[in-house]
């Protein structure tokens, strides 16, 4: 089955320690993304990714950081430098970044930091 | 990207149609309208989107106002798994892709 994987479903941390979101995508997608969704709130975008080895910031990027070495794969790193942490983190990919085409969500992680 | 204005909530019978509004006034001409909906706890889920003409798909009907500064979303029998959040968002044709989520539209289905 094709889709997108995020794990863990939920993580919890120390504050003070950075920590890393998985994200995989089997539907051999170019564009990958990162949202961040608070309680009753719609998603903010953290970073994207147009393609391997490319990425550029969303509006939400500081305290955030992420790399694109494969196309499946785009995981993202929590520092200790994002002031409120605790979220709902959702990655998604699309054939291509244009308007046109629909983006895949994956089931999303939950990060309490205590 | 244009912003969307959608209801905070709607109530709905189960195995009643369902029209959902979202306003839009500021659309361009190369805006697509799009709809997601979620489920608690859960990511998005694509459901539709059109540019002009209304679109048809097995979940949903997307009908566009002439002017385009509106549309709806019609769920032609709501089920109680068809209550979730859904999400009215504009994309440009040749933007750099990312969907910017208002606080949406609660439908909640009542048996």
């Not at chain 1, 539907?27 to 990425?55: C, E, K, T």
């Not at chain 2, 912003?3 to 019978?13: A, G, H, L, V, Y």
Request: glycine share 8%; charged share 20%; with cysteine.
């Amino acid at each position: 089955d094709g889709g997108i994987t995020q794990s863990p479903k939920y993580l919890f941390r120390k504050e003070g320690q950075n920590v890393t979101l998985s994200c995989e995508q089997n539907l051999n997608h170019d564009a990958m993304y990162w949202y961040r969704q608070d309680p009753g709130q719609g998603l903010r975008l953290i970073y994207y990714s147009q393609i391997v080895n490319d990425f550029q910031k969303g509006d939400i990027a500081e305290g955030y950081s992420v790399s694109r070495e494969k196309k499946e794969s785009f995981p993202l790193t929590v520092t200790s430098a994002q002031k409120n942490p605790t979220a709902f983190y959702l990655c998604a990919s699309s054939i291509y970044t244009d308007g046109y085409n629909e983006q895949f969500f994956g089931p999303g992680t939950r990060l309490t930091v205590l | 990207d244009a912003k969307t204005t959608q209801p905070n909530s709607m109530e709905s019978n189960e195995e009643e149609p369902v029209h959902l509004p979202c306003n839009h006034s500021t659309i361009s001409g190369t805006d697509y309208i799009h709809w997601y909906r979620q489920l608690p706890s859960q990511g998005p889920e694509y459901v539709i989107h059109g540019l002009t003409s209304n679109v048809n798909n097995r979940m949903a009907s997307l009908a566009i106002a002439e002017d385009r500064k509106s549309s709806t979303l019609i769920l032609h029998r709501a089920t109680l798994r068809d209550a979730a959040v859904y999400y009215c968002i504009l994309r440009g044709g040749g933007s750099q892709g990312n969907l910017i989520f208002g606080k949406g539209t609660k439908l909640s289905v009542k048996p």
